[in-house]
Each structure stands twice: as structure tokens, then as C-alpha cells.
């Protein structure tokens, strides 16, 4: 379908403005609309066929921000927006707003999320589109007539500000699984020690790892958390971010990161990360060419490029965590068995998740 | 596993396979009363002791968020306002784009009303919204499944080579497929085999859907044959037999009866081609387009579906001689006709080819014509 000219940058105008005002509080979204007269956005003599097309389109897509990987205050922004759109239609009976069953759970625990750091005004506003049978609850988000999208290259990217700045590696392990290996350790620990001569220390024998890799683990995942979000920082306010001094810095740190564990990590990442997968040697003219480009997850590659999917290296943005270091300041932990669990308060985007850099293969 | 939701397996394209009815129970289990509700009337706003309790606020708290979050404060203008005029100084680019397309509309096209293919368009997408039945007992229950199906044509022009024409069939998780299959309309079936021209006033006696009644559906590697008569045959024996005979890369394929079978029942993909053959070679790709909890808008008379949402339009032949009226009969080697073959209305085809006493003036062979728009 094709889209409805001019809506996609009037919304994104809109949550903008939201995200720049800082806030979830849906006064402040509702004095942006009216400022807007975001209201008026279905007007123009328009009959009643149209009418309904043009409809679901802007729905779709202001649905499509209230998902992740958009931000929470983005996807507050998104509910608010829903909320005015679905009031603000002329379709009589209202079109609707559609729901997947994949991404249920994921709007649950938004609601949980909302209710349990009292923002009533969201989680009542979403009571109220609830109870007014606002959405139809179907297997997928939009209907699929295998039309092979001539306009798939032109699919926009996902806006990069309004992106949560945690990742892919991020979700991989939380405060939990660090827990975990903390307690594993601890107890593994405790079993050297019991099989060794000397109860109060393992033997020498026994020392195969390092014994405070877990802290390590911590710290380096730290340092890429606050590492991306200074990298977020930095996008939002200058969107112009020189490539050549960037990469400098990073070899840079590369080269002074003491931790041996940390430079092991890395290599594995840079190899996994820059080495492009050797085409079959039928497709030899189309070999994969490493793109270095700063831009978000779905960088603009030419679908031109091979009909096949091929694996596509990841962005260099991404490559370990472990090539930060000496610039950033950054808190270093002594070993603790418990770790807090984050706070999401309004200013910060979440803080607490830390992951451990994984070598992943796409497909 | 039965329990987890549908998801792409090619992006953007189509899903993995699941069962259909499995879909139905994941959405019913995670939803309350009030969502799955299919009043008419809506909810009543909440009371504020209500809001209070369910998101553990004070009661003051409550009728704060009431008035807060009021639409109003969305929608507010000061005058009334015709959303048909777009406001002069409007920031929104939107409107900003529609009024240049309305303005530039305004200077070209001198009626600008909706056509009939417009009308006819919008009036079976929104005919049957809302309606409920006389009988209570037709009421469609809370939490069936609603399917839209796009079948498409099996008539191949040119024109239609990048975008085939296709039409759209409501259905619901409880119906069978024989019930589909018997909504289908297709030219085909209407065919009347024969040669007429020597007995033009004859009815034929049967048209092709009484003569040969087999069919199927193919989804996920199972034909769905249809069974309910005696002279309905296996048509997807042939296949079977194909596949079987070499490794050619398929699994093994099963053949089961039509009308066994409802929507909820089926293994398939959203988004994927299908198949439904019927006349013996006539056959209907079938893509199920999306699957959905039925809503209170929607028709909600079980008799009225499967419903027909969306149809293409063909335009039909017309005589050869008056250009008026349908074509209800062609002509092969006929001499009395300018070219070969030649079509013409049931009036004017008599009063070209037959005397006043009915005789048959000039050689010519006369098939009777069932053209593909007729169903318009």
C-alpha cells in the first residue's frame, strides 16, 4: 500500500516534540496536538472510500511507533497519538487499530510497565481505547496479498532518535543471567575449594579461569551501555558524526585496553563483525562489500545488491564493547552479590540492562 | 507449538503455518469479557471509583484523569469546523500536500463525483457492517475468527499481467469449506457445452457446475476434496500420483474430504498462495490475507457469509451488432459474420442467422457465451 503523503513527517514532528519536551504526561501531548491542530489531519473533501483507505493507513502507521524497538517515552507518544487519531476519524463506524498476537505480551508488560511507575494518565488512556473496542486483535499487524513491494527499498528506516538505545546484545543478558553467573561461580568456587589439599583455597591445579571474569564481564558491558548512550547523545545533537575520526579513536582504544580477556573478546568481535561471507563462486561479480557506515541496524543497503539473502556484517557502530575505555569514565565494580535493578525515571532512558558482547550470527 | 503466536517466516511476506483455530484460543485466553463483547451499545464511561480501584489511584486522582484525558481536549476548536474545507494555515504537511492534490483536481476534472465502479466498490465493502440477524440463533458468537480471502480470477488477460484481478470473501473459523467453495462464483461453471446452431431454442439442459461437481482446496500439503456427491471424483489424485511416482522434493501429500473440515481446522500460512481447482482444470489461487477476533462492527449474521467484500470489475462483451447488450452467444466459421469468432446478443443473433420461421440461413457453428463480467 502505498503511503499517505506528508503523515508519516507530521507524526514524527509530533513525537519529536514529545521526546524533545521530555516528559509522558499526556497534558503536554495534548497542548503539542492542539498546537498542531493534529485534529483536523482527515479533513479535505474526501468521499467516503478514500476516506476509509486513508484511514487505516494512518492508523497503521502510528501503530507501528507504538512498538519496540521505539523508546518508552516515543511509545507513550505513540498511544497518545493512536488515541487522537482513533477519536479524531471520520469513518462512521471507526476503523480500527490492529493488534498482532505476537506483540501482545509486549504491550502487557508496557501497561505493567506504566502502571507500576504510576503514570495513570497513559495506562487510563489505553483503559479507555480498550473499552471502547478500539482494536481488532488479529494474527498479524497488516494484511498480506504476497504483492512483492516494488517500494520495499524506499521502506524508510525506523527514525534512529526515537530508538531505544539499547540493542540486540543488550537484551541478550540481563541483571539475571549476570546473577546467574555470579552464583555459578561462586559455587564453583566453593566445589574447588572442597576437592583441594587446603579447604580454604583451591589448589593451583585448579585455576583455569580468571578468577574475576564476571566482574569484568559487568564492567565491560557497562562501558558499552553508557558508551551507546553517549553515542545517542551525540546523534541527537549532531546528526554529522565524523566516520574517520570515530574509527581512529576506536583503534585507538583498541590498542590501549589492558585486559587481555578484553583484548581476546575483541578480536573475536572484529572478526566476526568485518569479515564479509565469501559469496558462492557462481555470484563472484556480487561479492559483499563491508559497509563502515555510522547509520542504524537497517543501514540502506541496495537490495540491487544479490537477489539472495546474503548475511550481512553487522554496522561498525556495533563492533565490542571492549574497544571503549580510556575516554569514558566509568564506574569499576568490587565483586557484589546483588545487583540493583534499574530505576525508570523520566528523564533517563533505561540504564540498567548490561549484556554480555556475544558473537551472534545473522541470517 | 500449538501455543505460539504467528509470525513472518519469509519478512513481510508471509507467516509460518499454524493452525488456525490456535490463533482464536491465544487471543480468547489473553482477553477479557469487554474486549471480546459484541454489544451494540458501547461501554458506558467508567465510574470513577472504577478507575480508582483498577489502577490503584485515589478517587480524586480519578476524576482528575477524567477530565485530563478527555477527547475533548484532543478535538477542541473554537467554531464549528467543516472537515471537509482543510484550514488555510494548516502546519501539517498532509494537508498542506491534499489541498495542492484538491486544488490541482479542481482545475482539471470538471464533475468530480464518485463513479460507479466507485460506488459499487465502497457498497459492497461496507454493506453488511453491523448487521445482525432477525434470528438470534444466526448471531455470530464472541471470540469466532473472521478470514478474508482474496480469490483471484483464473482469467488471464493481458492487461491483467502485473495485477490479476482478484476477489475478496469474508469467512469465518466455524464455516466449512464446502461453504466456501459453493460461493465461489465462477464463469466456468456456467459454461454450456454444445453446438446450438441448428437448435438455438433448445435450454441446454445442464451447465457445467451440475456436471461436474469434483473440486478441492490444497493448503499445507493436504487436498481438500470435495465429496458430497457420487459423481464428485479425487481431481487431486493425479497429483498425488505425480509426486509419488519420483523424489520430487515434496512430502508426502494427503487427501482428505471437503466437507470434513471448517476454517479453524486448517494448517496455513497467511499470505501464501493456495490453490482451488474445480471444472477439472479451472482453477483459483487463494491467499488468506488476514485472520481476526470478529468485532462489533462487523456483520454479525451468520448466513450472510462467506461475504463477498470486494470483486473485480469486468467489463463485459457486448454484440457485435447493437454494442448494447451482453454476449450471450459466439459464432466460429460463420458466414454471415465479419470475423471469426464473432459475438453477439440472443436478439440480434436471431435475427441475423434465423428466418421468420425459425429456419438456419448460411453455415455456421453457435456455442451459447457466458462472459467473465457476468457476475458484475
Given at each position: 500500500?502505498?503511503?499517505?503523503?506528508?503523515?508519516?513527517?507530521?507524526?514524527?514532528?509530533?513525537?519529536?516534540?514529545?521526546?524533545?519536551?521530555?516528559?509522558?504526561?499526556?497534558?503536554?501531548?495534548a497542548e503539542l496536538w492542539r498546537e498542531r491542530r493534529f485534529h483536523s489531519i482527515f479533513y479535505g473533501r474526501v468521499r467516503a472510500l478514500e476516506r476509509n483507505k486513508l484511514t487505516k493507513k494512518t492508523l497503521d502507521l502510528a501503530q507501528q511507533y507504538f512498538l519496540p524497538p521505539y523508546?518508552?517515552?516515543?511509545?507513550?507518544?505513540?498511544?497518545?497519538?493512536?488515541?487522537?487519531?482513533?477519536?479524531?476519524?471520520?469513518?462512521?463506524?471507526?476503523?480500527?487499530?490492529?493488534?498482532?498476537?505476537?506483540?501482545?505480551?509486549?504491550?502487557?508488560?508496557?501497561?505493567?510497565?506504566?502502571?507500576?511507575?504510576?503514570?495513570?494518565?497513559?495506562?487510563?488512556?489505553?483503559?479507555?481505547?480498550?473499552?471502547?473496542?478500539?482494536?481488532?486483535?488479529?494474527?498479524?499487524?497488516?494484511?498480506?496479498?504476497?504483492?512483492?513491494?516494488?517500494?520495499?527499498?524506499?521502506?524508510?528506516?525506523?527514525?534512529?532518535?526515537?530508538?531505544?538505545?539499547?540493542?540486540?546484545?543488550?537484551?541478550?543478558?540481563?541483571?539475571?543471567?549476570?546473577?546467574?553467573?555470579?552464583?555459578?561461580?561462586?559455587?564453583?568456587?566453593?566445589?574447588?575449594?572442597?576437592?583441594?589439599?587446603?579447604?580454604?583455597?583451591?589448589?593451583?591445579?585448579?585455576?583455569?579461569?580468571?578468577?574475576?571474569?564476571?566482574?569484568?564481564?559487568?564492567?565491560?558491558?557497562?562501558?558499552?551501555?553508557?558508551?551507546?548512550?553517549?553515542?545517542?547523545?551525540?546523534?541527537?545533537?549532531?546528526?554529522?558524526?565524523?566516520?574517520?575520526?570515530?574509527?581512529?579513536?576506536?583503534?585507538?582504544?583498541?590498542?590501549?585496553?589492558?585486559?587481555?580477556?578484553?583484548?581476546?573478546?575483541?578480536?573475536?568481535?572484529?572478526?566476526?563483525?568485518?569479515?564479509?561471507?565469501?559469496?558462492?563462486?557462481?555470484?563472484?561479480?556480487?561479492?559483499?562489500?563491508?559497509?563502515?557506515?555510522?547509520?542504524?541496524?537497517?543501514?540502506?543497503?541496495?537490495?540491487?545488491?544479490?537477489?539472495?539473502?546474503?548475511?550481512?556484517?553487522?554496522?561498525?557502530?556495533?563492533?565490542?564493547?571492549?574497544?571503549?575505555?580510556?575516554?569514558?569514565?566509568?564506574?569499576?565494580?568490587?565483586?557484589?552479590?546483588?545487583?540493583?535493578?534499574?530505576?525508570?525515571?523520566?528523564?533517563?532512558?533505561?540504564?540498567?540492562?548490561?549484556?554480555?558482547?556475544?558473537?551472534?550470527?545473522?541470517? | 507449538?500449538?501455543?505460539?503466536?504467528?509470525?513472518?517466516?519469509?519478512?513481510?511476506?508471509?507467516?509460518?503455518?499454524?493452525?488456525?483455530?490456535?490463533?482464536?484460543?491465544?487471543?480468547?485466553?489473553?482477553?477479557?469479557?469487554?474486549?471480546?463483547?459484541?454489544?451494540?451499545?458501547?461501554?458506558?464511561?467508567?465510574?470513577?471509583?472504577?478507575?480508582?480501584?483498577?489502577?490503584?489511584?485515589?478517587?480524586?486522582?480519578?476524576?482528575?484523569?477524567?477530565?485530563?484525558?478527555?477527547?475533548?481536549?484532543?478535538?477542541?476548536?473554537?467554531?464549528?469546523?467543516?472537515?471537509?474545507?482543510?484550514?488555510?494555515?494548516?502546519?501539517?504537511?498532509?494537508?498542506?500536500?491534499?489541498?495542492?492534490?484538491?486544488?490541482?483536481?479542481?482545475?482539471?476534472?470538471?464533475?468530480?463525483?464518485?463513479?460507479?465502479?466507485?460506488?459499487?466498490?465502497?457498497?459492497?465493502?461496507?454493506?453488511?457492517?453491523?448487521?445482525?440477524?432477525?434470528?438470534?440463533?444466526?448471531?455470530?458468537?464472541?471470540?469466532?475468527?473472521?478470514?478474508?480471502?482474496?480469490?483471484?480470477?483464473?482469467?488471464?488477460?493481458?492487461?491483467?499481467?502485473?495485477?490479476?484481478?482478484?476477489?475478496?470473501?469474508?469467512?469465518?473459523?466455524?464455516q466449512k469449506l464446502t461453504e466456501l467453495r459453493d460461493s465461489i462464483s465462477c464463469v466456468s461453471d456456467l459454461q454450456i457445452g454444445g453446438e446450438f446452431s441448428s437448435q438455438p431454442d433448445q435450454a441446454p439442459e445442464h451447465i457445467s457446475k451440475d456436471l461436474y461437481k469434483s473440486a478441492?482446496?490444497?493448503?499445507?500439503?493436504?487436498?481438500?476434496?470435495?465429496?458430497?456427491?457420487?459423481?464428485?471424483?479425487?481431481?487431486?489424485?493425479?497429483?498425488?500420483?505425480?509426486?509419488?511416482?519420483?523424489?520430487?522434493?515434496?512430502?508426502?501429500?494427503?487427501?482428505?474430504?471437503?466437507?470434513?473440515?471448517?476454517?479453524?481446522?486448517?494448517?496455513?500460512?497467511?499470505?501464501?498462495?493456495?490453490?482451488?481447482?474445480?471444472?477439472?482444470?479451472?482453477?483459483?489461487?487463494?491467499?488468506?490475507?488476514?485472520?481476526?477476533?470478529?468485532?462489533?462492527?462487523?456483520?454479525?449474521?451468520?448466513?450472510?457469509?462467506?461475504?463477498?467484500?470486494?470483486?473485480?470489475?469486468?467489463?463485459?462483451?457486448?454484440?457485435?451488432?447493437?454494442?448494447?447488450?451482453?454476449?450471450?452467444?459466439?459464432?466460429?466459421?460463420?458466414?454471415?459474420?465479419?470475423?471469426?469468432?464473432?459475438?453477439?446478443?440472443?436478439?440480434?443473433?436471431?435475427?441475423?442467422?434465423?428466418?421468420?420461421?425459425?429456419?438456419?440461413?448460411?453455415?455456421?457453428?453457435?456455442?451459447?457465451?457466458?462472459?467473465?463480467?457476468?457476475?458484475?
Amino acid at each position: 500500500m502505498s503511503a499517505v503523503p506528508g503523515l508519516k513527517e507530521d507524526c514524527e514532528e509530533l513525537l519529536g516534540a514529545f521526546q524533545q519536551a521530555d516528559t509522558v504526561r499526556f497534558e503536554r501531548f495534548a497542548e503539542l496536538w492542539r498546537e498542531r491542530r493534529f485534529h483536523s489531519i482527515f479533513y479535505g473533501r474526501v468521499r467516503a472510500l478514500e476516506r476509509n483507505k486513508l484511514t487505516k493507513k494512518t492508523l497503521d502507521l502510528a501503530q507501528q511507533y507504538f512498538l519496540p524497538p521505539y523508546s518508552f517515552q516515543i511509545r507513550v507518544g505513540a498511544l497518545y497519538l493512536l488515541y487522537g487519531l482513533y477519536n479524531a476519524q471520520l469513518c462512521q463506524p471507526k476503523q480500527k487499530i490492529r493488534i498482532a498476537l505476537k506483540d501482545w505480551p509486549e504491550i502487557q508488560k508496557f501497561q505493567q510497565d506504566l502502571l507500576d511507575s504510576q503514570h495513570y494518565d497513559a495506562t487510563y488512556i489505553f483503559r479507555r481505547l480498550r473499552l471502547a473496542r478500539a482494536f481488532h486483535f488479529t494474527a498479524m499487524p497488516k494484511l498480506l496479498t504476497y504483492r512483492r513491494s516494488k517500494k520495499k527499498i524506499a521502506e524508510n528506516p525506523l527514525k534512529e532518535e526515537f530508538k531505544d538505545p539499547t540493542n540486540r546484545v543488550n537484551n541478550l543478558i540481563t541483571n539475571d543471567v549476570l546473577e546467574e553467573l555470579m552464583n555459578v561461580h561462586y559455587h564453583y568456587q566453593k566445589m574447588k575449594c572442597v576437592i583441594s589439599a587446603d579447604k580454604s583455597q583451591p589448589d593451583k591445579a585448579l585455576s583455569l579461569i580468571k578468577d574475576d571474569f564476571v566482574v569484568n564481564l559487568k564492567d565491560i558491558t557497562l562501558e558499552h551501555q553508557e558508551w551507546l548512550q553517549n553515542r545517542m547523545r551525540l546523534f541527537r545533537n549532531a546528526k554529522e558524526i565524523d566516520k574517520a575520526e570515530n574509527q581512529k579513536k576506536e583503534e585507538a582504544l583498541l590498542a590501549s585496553e589492558g585486559s587481555e580477556r578484553a583484548n581476546a573478546l575483541a578480536r573475536i568481535k572484529y572478526r566476526s563483525y568485518s569479515a564479509a561471507v565469501e559469496v558462492s563462486k557462481s555470484r563472484r561479480h556480487r561479492q559483499v562489500q563491508l559497509e563502515s557506515s555510522e547509520s542504524g541496524p537497517s543501514c540502506g543497503k541496495s537490495p540491487s545488491r544479490s537477489k539472495k539473502p546474503i548475511r550481512r556484517p553487522q554496522p561498525a557502530r556495533r563492533r565490542g564493547s571492549s574497544e571503549i575505555g580510556g575516554e569514558m569514565q566509568v564506574a569499576k565494580e568490587t565483586v557484589t552479590h546483588h545487583i540493583g535493578m534499574p530505576v525508570i525515571t523520566e528523564e533517563d532512558t533505561d540504564e540498567g540492562e548490561v549484556s554480555l558482547p556475544k558473537r551472534r550470527r545473522r541470517r | 507449538t500449538e501455543a505460539a503466536a504467528p509470525d513472518y517466516e519469509a519478512a513481510e511476506l508471509y507467516t509460518r503455518a499454524f493452525r488456525v483455530g490456535a490463533l482464536g484460543l491465544g487471543w480468547r485466553r489473553l482477553l477479557g469479557p469487554p474486549d471480546l463483547s459484541l454489544a451494540a451499545e458501547e461501554a458506558a464511561e467508567e465510574a470513577d471509583a472504577a478507575v480508582a480501584g483498577a489502577l490503584g489511584c485515589a478517587l480524586g486522582t480519578a476524576a482528575e484523569l477524567r477530565a485530563v484525558c478527555s477527547i475533548d481536549t484532543l478535538m477542541s476548536s473554537e467554531k464549528e469546523e467543516d472537515p471537509n474545507v482543510i484550514p488555510e494555515d494548516s502546519s501539517l504537511l498532509t494537508l498542506r500536500i491534499r489541498k495542492k492534490a484538491l486544488e490541482r483536481r479542481e482545475e482539471k476534472i470538471i464533475v468530480d463525483r464518485a463513479c460507479r465502479q466507485e460506488t459499487l466498490t465502497y457498497e459492497m465493502e461496507s454493506h453488511a457492517t453491523g448487521k445482525r440477524p432477525d434470528n438470534p440463533t444466526d448471531l455470530i458468537e464472541e471470540g469466532e475468527l473472521l478470514l478474508t480471502l482474496n480469490i483471484f480470477y483464473p482469467v488471464i488477460f493481458q492487461k491483467h499481467k502485473d495485477h490479476k484481478p482478484y476477489q475478496t470473501v469474508l469467512v469465518l473459523g466455524s464455516q466449512k469449506l464446502t461453504e466456501l467453495r459453493d460461493s465461489i462464483s465462477c464463469v466456468s461453471d456456467l459454461q454450456i457445452g454444445g453446438e446450438f446452431s441448428s437448435q438455438p431454442d433448445q435450454a441446454p439442459e445442464h451447465i457445467s457446475k451440475d456436471l461436474y461437481k469434483s473440486a478441492f482446496f490444497y493448503f499445507e500439503g493436504i487436498f481438500y476434496n470435495d465429496k458430497r456427491y457420487p459423481e464428485c471424483r479425487d481431481l487431486s489424485r493425479t497429483i498425488i500420483e505425480w509426486s509419488e511416482s519420483h523424489d520430487r522434493g515434496y512430502e508426502n501429500f494427503r487427501s482428505v474430504k471437503m466437507e470434513d473440515y471448517v476454517f479453524n481446522d486448517l494448517f496455513l500460512k497467511i499470505g501464501f498462495p493456495y490453490l482451488y481447482c474445480h471444472q477439472g482444470n479451472c482453477e483459483h489461487i487463494i491467499i488468506i490475507t488476514d485472520i481476526r477476533l470478529i468485532h462489533h462492527d462487523d456483520c454479525l449474521d451468520r448466513n450472510l457469509y462467506p461475504l463477498l467484500v470486494k470483486k473485480h470489475w469486468l467489463c463485459t462483451r457486448k454484440c457485435f451488432v447493437c454494442k448494447m447488450y451482453t454476449a450471450r452467444w459466439v459464432t466460429n466459421r460463420d458466414s454471415l459474420a465479419p470475423e471469426d469468432p464473432c459475438f453477439f446478443c440472443d436478439v440480434c443473433f436471431r435475427m441475423l442467422h434465423y428466418d421468420a420461421e425459425g429456419n438456419k440461413l448460411g453455415e455456421f457453428l453457435a456455442y451459447p457465451y457466458v462472459d467473465p463480467g457476468i457476475f458484475n
